[in-house]
Nanobody, 124 residues
Framework: QVQLVESGGGLVQAGGSLRLSCAASGRTFSRYAMGWFRQAPGKEREFVVSINWSGSSTRYADSVKGRFTISRDNAKNTVYLQMNSLKPEDTAVYYC?????????????????WGQGTQVTVSS
C-alpha cells in the first residue's frame, strides 16, 4: 500500500501564502500520479491540481490557476502545493491523493490512496 501524510496547513491572511507537503511511503512513489483535493464544510471534495509521475504534465482547477503550483521531488517521495494569493474561499481541508496510473485523474474516483488532510484557513 501507499501511505500519504499531508502537512503545512495553518492560518493565513488573505493574500498570503502557504506551502503544503505530502510525504509518501510504501510502493514506488515516482510512478504515481498525484493530486490535491480540498473539502470545505458542507461541500463535496473538489479537485485542485494533479501532476504526473515525472512532473511534466499538470492540471489545475480554474479557481486556482495562476495562484497555486504543484511540484514533486521524487528523491524525497514528496509532492508540494505552493499556494499564493490565498483567498477566504480557499479555506478547506486539503487532501493529497495518489494512483498508479499513466493518466492523471482529476476526479476523486480516479485516486485510490488518500492522506488524512491538513487544514488551511484563510482569514479576510
Amino acid at each position: 500500500q501507499v501511505q500519504l501524510v499531508e502537512s503545512g496547513g495553518g492560518l493565513v491572511q488573505a493574500g498570503g501564502s502557504l506551502r503544503l507537503s505530502c510525504a509518501a511511503s510504501g510502493r514506488t512513489f515516482s510512478r504515481y500520479a498525484m493530486g490535491w483535493f480540498r473539502q470545505a464544510p458542507g461541500k463535496e471534495r473538489e479537485f485542485v491540481v494533479s501532476i504526473n509521475w515525472s512532473g511534466s504534465s499538470t492540471r489545475y482547477a480554474d479557481s486556482v490557476k495562476g495562484r497555486f503550483t504543484i511540484s514533486r521531488d521524487n528523491a524525497k517521495n514528496t509532492v508540494y502545493l505552493q499556494m499564493n494569493s490565498l483567498k477566504p474561499e480557499d479555506t478547506a481541508v486539503y487532501y493529497c491523493a495518489a494512483v498508479e496510473s499513466m493518466v492523471v485523474p482529476t476526479t476523486t474516483r480516479g485516486y485510490n490512496y488518500w492522506g488524512q488532510g491538513t487544514q488551511v484557513t484563510v482569514s479576510s
